[in-house]
């Protein structure tokens, strides 16, 4: 994408990166940083809404949304490093203003410049390589339920992950759920486990020894189970492996050194 002023880009850092793993939202902004554009991040955002609008708390959810559009208003694009996040803003928020015709418009305009980041560095911003290099051993990658089902995104990680050299080795059943489905892992929790242990076995016999997503809340759960199950694979955001930030902080759930 060539431009003659840099696109304004809004991370959207999302709640669970926030909380668990900052270090995803600093390699998102270095990647989108690498790849042109005058990134910001609102220091007013909050939760898109997902939570509440999975357990059905229409009114929480319009709130948050509300909110959302507030904190975002004025930015040629909005960038998550979740798929799952992204497809809540794209496809599920504008219908929680059905009733509103103002805020509708403005939720439908928003809307259409929501990308998962590794969409928007591929698809939008035309990055075809970055600048990171690979020097450690196969991966696997595990596609998130949102991510690919509402956002399409399969193809593009694979790609740049590719262009710094690393080797990926496909997961069997990659499409298939980990199980964490957000409220559904509390509501179904022992099917849930049961579809993570399939999910951390199918991991473990790629002989990877990186498993990678775009979803924070399928890392969690997957780094759980393959935790507690003694395997020894680590668990990482793609967004750390792409922006070359491995040896910053240790993997997911590992101990810091």
């Given at each position: 994408m060539m431009t003659d002023k840099p696109p304004r880009v809004g991370l959207f850092v999302t709640c669970l990166v926030d909380l668990y793993r900052p270090s995803v939202g600093f390699a998102a902004m270095?990647?989108?940083e690498q790849a042109g554009c005058q990134v910001e991040v609102p220091r007013v955002q909050t939760c898109c809404g997902q939570p509440a609008y999975n357990a059905g708390d229409r009114?929480?959810?319009?709130s948050l949304a509300r909110a959302f559009l507030d904190a975002f208003r004025g930015?040629?694009?909005v960038v998550a490093p979740?798929?799952?996040?992204?497809?809540?803003?794209?496809t599920h928020m504008p219908h929680l203003f059905d009733d509103d015709p103002n805020f509708r418009l403005g939720a439908d305009s928003l809307a259409g410049r929501v990308f998962e980041l590794t969409s928007f560095l591929t698809d939008v911003m035309g990055v075809?390589?970055?600048a990171a290099r690979w020097s450690g051993g196969s991966v696997t990658y595990h596609d998130?339920?949102?991510?690919?089902?509402?956002?399409?995104v399969r193809e593009q990680p694979r790609q740049l992950l590719r262009s710094m050299g690393v080797p990926v080795t496909e997961l069997p059943d990659a499409d298939v759920c980990c199980g964490f489905g957000g409220t559904f892992c509390v509501k179904y929790p022992d099917i849930s486990t049961r579809m993570v242990t399939d999910k951390a076995r199918a991991v473990a016999d790629t002989g990877a020894g990186l498993l990678l997503a775009g979803d924070m809340g399928c890392?969690?759960?997957?780094?759980?189970?393959l935790s507690r199950e003694g395997r020894p694979v680590e668990v990482r955001h793609v967004a750390e492996v792409l922006a070359g930030m491995t040896n910053d902080v240790p993997a997911i759930g590992a101990p810091a050194s």
């Amino acid at each position: 994408m060539m431009t003659d002023k840099p696109p304004r880009v809004g991370l959207f850092v999302t709640c669970l990166v926030d909380l668990y793993r900052p270090s995803v939202g600093f390699a998102a902004m270095r990647l989108l940083e690498q790849a042109g554009c005058q990134v910001e991040v609102p220091r007013v955002q909050t939760c898109c809404g997902q939570p509440a609008y999975n357990a059905g708390d229409r009114a929480t959810a319009t709130s948050l949304a509300r909110a959302f559009l507030d904190a975002f208003r004025g930015f040629d694009y909005v960038v998550a490093p979740s798929g799952s996040c992204a497809g809540m803003l794209r496809t599920h928020m504008p219908h929680l203003f059905d009733d509103d015709p103002n805020f509708r418009l403005g939720a439908d305009s928003l809307a259409g410049r929501v990308f998962e980041l590794t969409s928007f560095l591929t698809d939008v911003m035309g990055v075809g390589e970055v600048a990171a290099r690979w020097s450690g051993g196969s991966v696997t990658y595990h596609d998130s339920c949102a991510g690919l089902r509402e956002l399409k995104v399969r193809e593009q990680p694979r790609q740049l992950l590719r262009s710094m050299g690393v080797p990926v080795t496909e997961l069997p059943d990659a499409d298939v759920c980990c199980g964490f489905g957000g409220t559904f892992c509390v509501k179904y929790p022992d099917i849930s486990t049961r579809m993570v242990t399939d999910k951390a076995r199918a991991v473990a016999d790629t002989g990877a020894g990186l498993l990678l997503a775009g979803d924070m809340g399928c890392l969690l759960n997957m780094a759980g189970r393959l935790s507690r199950e003694g395997r020894p694979v680590e668990v990482r955001h793609v967004a750390e492996v792409l922006a070359g930030m491995t040896n910053d902080v240790p993997a997911i759930g590992a101990p810091a050194s």
